[in-house]
């Protein structure tokens, strides 16, 4: 997702087969706005992206509340560039992101083709390809730039050879990029009418195999096969505001081949099987593989035996410490148990007299026992009646 600090509330995406590609850094960003950019408060983003052959696009666009409206009730006119070339257009409002996030996705033109029929085109990357070698020029360098060549004495030079190197440099300059402009306008009036849309054209892929020397463009933006529009389009008529002298943000994607990513030094080459360093052992380095495998085999016994092994000991200790603590419990229950039985051993020792009870025979022949006698200091005789 490419944002810019300084410009919060937008952003944009680039979708590849309907998933975000992902974006690469360019460590020239300021080189190239100086060149490509005379507005030096424009602020700009650039990434780099992989693309691949014949592979559909799309650029997703985002408005978040985060943006400040506040000046002059103005819209925003998002302007799309494919190669240096305007290919659609989208405004959003104010009033578009009081209930959201403004959202779109733009993935084709809108031309008009012979028959005077507005069609849809889709975006897609193609591979450009290196048409036939210009040989007048072999003492030109890859450094060589289109202000060198407009001073250079043709002499007996064919020109139209030299136009056509003039105008395939000119077509680099732009190829390669996706561009989304920001503006700010002052909307004015709907424009059907004035409007001139682009007509249906193909796009020109073969350069010059001179005029690609040294660079790492790869691929240009085609368009699929024309299909009729559903409706027509609708144009607005707008004004950019005076103070702005331009857009004021940018959001730029160059797209490579894997192969020109890697030219550029913005990725890695991935390591290929040849170049894998050997991460064999110096102690094996002299078997072959079948007795590396063996003795890599018997290893991975051994490793498993010990597992076995390990395991069967966490078991075996397992089970003996819950056997230790089932008999520990029952110990604990028994000696438990002996102690309520002493317990109510001594109960029985400490009771008072033992009463008869009803099925209990009683010998009433036998002799009564004495009654126990008590004199008071008077003289009488008590007799204790409660004792047996």
Not at 112 to 122: H, I, L, R, S, T
Not at 200 to 208: I, V, Y
Not at 291 to 320: D, N, V, Y
Not at 345 to 359: D, F, L, M, Q, R
């Amino acid at each position: 997702m490419a944002i810019i600090p300084e410009f919060p509330g937008a952003e944009v995406t680039v979708q590849i087969r309907g998933n975000v590609a992902t974006e690469h850094d360019d460590s020239n960003t300021k080189e190239r706005q100086q060149k490509q950019n005379k507005n030096v408060g424009t602020k700009i983003c650039c990434k780099y992206i992989q693309c691949k052959d014949d592979a559909p696009f799309s650029i997703h666009l985002k408005v978040t509340n985060q943006y400040t409206w506040g000046h002059r009730n103005h819209s925003l006119n998002i302007a799309v560039y494919l190669d240096g070339k305007w290919v659609r257009g989208e405004f959003c409002r104010e009033w578009n992101t009081h209930l959201g996030d403004w959202e779109r996705d733009v993935d084709h033109r809108i031309t008009m083709n012979e028959g005077g029929q507005f069609v849809e085109q889709g975006f897609k990357f193609t591979g450009i390809t290196k048409g036939k070698a210009i040989s007048h020029f072999p003492w030109l360098s890859s450094t060589t730039t289109l202000d060198l060549l407009t001073k250079v004495n043709y002499g007996t030079v064919e020109e139209a050879d030299m136009a056509q190197f003039k105008q395939d440099l000119r077509k680099l300059e732009r190829m390669g990029t996706i561009e989304v402009r920001f503006y700010r306008v002052i909307e004015l009036k709907d424009d059907d009418d004035g409007f001139q849309p682009q007509k249906t054209s193909p796009a020109d892929f073969e350069l010059a195999e001179k005029a690609l020397k040294g660079k790492a463009i790869s691929h240009g933006a085609g368009f699929s096969a024309p299909m009729r529009a559903p409706k027509a389009p609708r144009y607005v008529d707008s004004q950019n505001l005076p103070e702005d002298n331009g857009p004021i943000a940018i959001f730029r994607f160059l797209y490579r081949s894997q192969e020109s990513l890697i030219q550029e030094g913005i990725i890695s080459r991935p390591p290929s099987k040849g170049d894998k360093k050997s991460t064999t052992p110096a102690a094996l380095s002299g078997l072959t593989q079948e007795e590396i495998e063996t003795l890599a085999m018997e290893r991975l016994q051994q490793k498993r035996l010990s597992w076995f092994s390990e395991a069967e000991s966490r078991l075996t200790g397992s089970l003996e410490r819950k056997r230790k603590k089932e008999e520990d419990e029952n110990v604990k229950d028994i000696k438990d148990i002996k102690d309520v039985k002493d317990i109510k051993e001594a109960k029985k020792e400490t009771k008072g007299p033992v009463k008869h009870e009803i099925s209990q025979t009683i010998d009433l022949t036998a002799p009564p026992r004495p009654y126990k006698k008590a004199k008071k200091a008077d003289g009488k005789v008590i007799i204790d009646l409660d004792d047996e």
